[in-house]
């Protein structure tokens, strides 16, 4: 039997258009031979489509698209991802996440995902009703036993029972988002399953971003000895065809390296953001430090140096070699550059805020990272950092309503973390593109790109520059935070495996730095719920992952 895997980068709610896409993609299959093609998990609808799968109309509109499709699926079996009605009522979940088998013109078969995660980014258990029954098919002589992603995550049925009943393959759609190594926890698994029921398994995910998420394709079969027979590319639409038995190998990607890798899903991620919203244009406040830096890196890779504006914006505290790197960045990228001097803006907001300033308290500041405690006095400049950033915010968000851009926001995860970025300042923009990237992740991406390159399209000056929001004179962060590469050390402890702070200190992390970073993270929630959505790259992102509650006394 020859097997189709179609790798496709499908647009939530865009019925019609995934529908086209889909028929498209199972005339390339016919025409390459294929006797079965297999489509992603709910690609007909998108996924995820979240509450829209609540809708019964959408529901329907999917269920008759479904239908029609059906006429393409001549001379070849097709397996479409779809949300399928649940019949008889029920309660406020109206689908199944289904997989249409399509042959002759005609609905022949359909599954119904059984396991429904609900942890980390998924809510399955929120919108489908699970199904009940495992499914085992006829293509070309061969038994196909059919299952739904999360269905194979966890040993047993449904794939157990299938193989049992004489599957020689197991084909399985998938809607698998990317979190740095996931590629490589996948094949693992595939491994083990293809070894332990002694068949095939034919693995073809989505490809694509959806707001937060990023889908890494990586499609793949493995024989039944656990050994990769093909493997698609990774971040790309393809159309990964494998003989099943194989006699010699089929197409084998090489899987990208973590830089690489990482660097992919934000360029990916941030291209569907801008394109599948309409945008046409996006602006980058441009400091000359290493996270606008990597931002700038990332829209221009993405949309191309026409379609980026780099915004640069000098205060009095800014120094004129930052100034001057951030000039080199926007001319090596070929993007245009907007110069706009804020010193007359801050004097005006000064004045007309000096006499509500008399002797009354600021607020909090990137040089301060903490909200303010009521009970300790505040320093004097904090109130003025912040003005600079709010200024450079609101110009950001003129040019924004003027062209029509979408403003890329620069602070990363470190900084997203504790709290220490300015709310309506540089948090200001429309897309965080480096949002669940930590700081020490940042400069290894930014070198990752320079050696791609070949050249520095970043200055060496900008890698080594000691960090510094550069609000007032000489500052730098680690006036406020432990050093980035401590700091994200006791982050990825406490934000992404949920330690305690005995078990951080117990491994070896410093027990005052941990108080501190708890104590920050914790009272910074209220920011992170107020910040532009960003692409996951990390195994627990804010947001979709990793939901606390803005009042909150547990100091555990």
């Given at each position: 039997?020859?097997?189709?895997?179609?790798?496709?980068?499908p647009?939530?709610?865009?019925?019609?258009g995934?529908?086209?896409?889909?028929?498209e993609?199972?005339g390339?299959?016919?025409?390459?031979?294929?006797?079965?093609?297999?489509?992603?998990?709910?690609?007909?609808?998108?996924?995820?489509?979240?509450?829209?799968?609540?809708k019964?109309?959408?529901?329907?509109?999917?269920?008759?698209a479904?239908?029609d499709?059906?006429?393409?699926?001549?001379?070849?079996?097709?397996?479409?991802?779809?949300a399928?009605?649940?019949s008889?009522?029920?309660?406020?979940?109206?689908a199944?996440?289904?997989?249409a088998?399509?042959?002759?013109?005609e609905v022949?078969?359909?599954?119904?995902?059984?396991?429904l995660?609900?942890?980390?980014?998924f809510?399955e258990?929120?919108?489908?009703v699970?199904?009940?029954?495992?499914a085992?098919v006829?293509?070309?002589?061969?038994?196909?036993?059919?299952?739904?992603?999360?269905?194979?995550?966890?040993?047993?049925?449904?794939?157990?029972?299938?193989?049992?009943?004489?599957?020689?393959?197991?084909?399985?759609p998938?809607?698998?988002?990317?979190?740095?190594?996931?590629g490589r926890?996948?094949e693992?698994?595939?491994a083990e399953?293809?070894?332990?029921?002694?068949c095939?398994?034919?693995?073809?995910?989505?490809v694509?971003?959806?707001?937060?998420?990023?889908?890494?394709?990586?499609?793949?079969v493995?024989?039944?000895?656990?050994?990769?027979?093909?493997r698609?590319?990774?971040?790309?639409?393809?159309?990964?065809?494998?003989e099943?038995?194989?006699a010699?190998p089929?197409?084998?990607?090489?899987?990208?390296?973590?830089?690489?890798?990482?660097?992919a899903?934000?360029?990916?991620?941030?291209?569907?953001?801008?394109l599948?919203n309409?945008?046409?244009?996006?602006?980058?406040?441009?400091?000359?430090?290493?996270d606008?830096?990597?931002?700038?890196?990332?829209a221009?890779?993405?949309?191309?140096?026409?379609?980026?504006?780099?915004?640069?914006?000098?205060?009095p505290?800014?120094?004129?070699?930052?100034?001057a790197?951030?000039?080199?960045?926007?001319?090596n990228?070929?993007?245009e550059?907007?110069?706009i001097?804020?010193e007359?803006?801050m004097?005006?907001y000064?004045?007309?805020?000096?006499p509500s300033?008399?002797?009354?308290d600021?607020?909090e500041?990137?040089g301060?990272?903490?909200p303010r405690?009521?009970t300790r006095?505040?320093?004097?400049?904090l109130?003025?950092?912040?003005?600079?950033?709010?200024?450079?915010?609101?110009?950001m968000?003129?040019?924004?309503?003027?062209?029509?851009?979408?403003?890329?926001?620069?602070?990363?995860?470190?900084?997203m973390s504790?709290?220490?970025?300015t709310l309506y300042?540089?948090?200001?923009?429309?897309?965080?593109?480096?949002?669940?990237?930590?700081?020490?992740?940042?400069?290894?991406?930014?070198?990752?790109?320079?050696?791609?390159?070949?050249?520095?399209?970043?200055?060496?000056?900008?890698?080594e520059?000691?960090?510094?929001?550069?609000?007032?004179?000489?500052?730098l962060d680690?006036?406020?935070?432990?050093?980035?590469?401590?700091?994200?050390?006791?982050?990825?402890?406490y934000?992404?495996?949920d330690?305690g702070?005995?078990?951080m200190i117990a491994?070896g992390l410093p027990a005052?730095?941990?108080?501190?970073?708890?104590r920050?993270v914790?009272?910074?929630?209220?920011?992170?719920?107020?910040?532009?959505?960003?692409?996951?790259?990390?195994p627990?992102?804010f947001?979709r992952?990793?939901?606390?509650p803005?009042?909150?006394?547990?100091?555990?």
């Amino acid at each position: 039997m020859r097997v189709a895997l179609a790798q496709i980068d499908p647009t939530v709610g865009d019925i019609e258009g995934n529908s086209a896409k889909i028929a498209e993609w199972i005339g390339r299959a016919r025409g390459e031979g294929a006797d079965l093609v297999v489509f992603p998990e709910l690609c007909l609808p998108g996924y995820p489509a979240e509450d829209l799968y609540l809708k019964r109309h959408f529901v329907e509109a999917n269920r008759r698209a479904v239908e029609d499709l059906a006429a393409e699926a001549t001379g070849v079996v097709a397996l479409v991802g779809f949300a399928e009605p649940v019949s008889g009522g029920g309660d406020f979940r109206h689908a199944h996440n289904s997989l249409a088998v399509l042959a002759g013109g005609e609905v022949r078969a359909v599954y119904r995902k059984s396991r429904l995660p609900n942890y980390s980014v998924f809510d399955e258990q929120r919108y489908f009703v699970p199904g009940e029954e495992p499914a085992v098919v006829e293509v070309a002589g061969l038994q196909v036993g059919l299952t739904v992603c999360e269905d194979v995550w966890v040993p047993g049925p449904p794939a157990q029972a299938e193989a049992a009943a004489g599957a020689s393959l197991i084909a399985n759609p998938s809607g698998s988002p990317y979190h740095r190594g996931k590629g490589r926890e996948r094949e693992a698994m595939f491994a083990e399953r293809a070894r332990a029921y002694g068949c095939h398994f034919a693995f073809c995910n989505l490809v694509g971003g959806q707001d937060e998420l990023v889908f890494d394709g990586h499609s793949l079969v493995v024989g039944p000895d656990g050994e990769v027979l093909a493997r698609a590319a990774q971040f790309e639409e393809e159309l990964l065809v494998c003989e099943i038995p194989a006699a010699s190998p089929g197409r084998l990607a090489e899987p990208l390296s973590e830089p690489a890798e990482v660097y992919a899903a934000l360029v990916l991620g941030l291209r569907d953001y801008v394109l599948k919203n309409g945008f046409r244009h996006v602006g980058v406040a441009l400091s000359g430090g290493i996270d606008s830096a990597l931002v700038a890196l990332l829209a221009v890779d993405a949309l191309g140096p026409d379609r980026v504006s780099c915004v640069v914006m000098p205060s009095p505290h800014s120094s004129v070699e930052t100034q001057a790197d951030a000039r080199t960045i926007a001319a090596n990228l070929g993007a245009e550059t907007i110069e706009i001097a804020i010193e007359s803006a801050m004097s005006a907001y000064e004045d007309a805020l000096a006499p509500s300033f008399q002797g009354r308290d600021g607020e909090e500041s990137p040089g301060q990272a903490l909200p303010r405690d009521p009970t300790r006095p505040s320093e004097p400049d904090l109130a003025a950092e912040n003005l600079q950033a709010r200024i450079r915010g609101n110009l950001m968000m003129a040019l924004s309503n003027k062209h029509g851009w979408l403003v890329l926001t620069t602070g990363n995860k470190s900084e997203m973390s504790v709290g220490y970025a300015t709310l309506y300042g540089d948090m200001a923009g429309g897309f965080a593109a480096i949002k669940d990237v930590p700081k020490t992740l940042v400069y290894e991406l930014v070198r990752h790109r320079n050696e791609a390159a070949g050249r520095e399209l970043v200055p060496a000056t900008v890698l080594e520059r000691a960090p510094s929001a550069e609000l007032r004179p000489d500052q730098l962060d680690s006036d406020s935070l432990p050093p980035y590469d401590l700091l994200d050390r006791v982050l990825e402890a406490y934000v992404e495996r949920d330690q305690g702070r005995e078990e951080m200190i117990a491994g070896g992390l410093p027990a005052e730095v941990v108080d501190d970073v708890v104590r920050m993270v914790d009272r910074s929630e209220y920011k992170r719920r107020q910040a532009a959505p960003g692409i996951r790259i990390t195994p627990r992102a804010f947001g979709r992952d990793r939901r606390l509650p803005i009042t909150n006394r547990f100091r555990g």
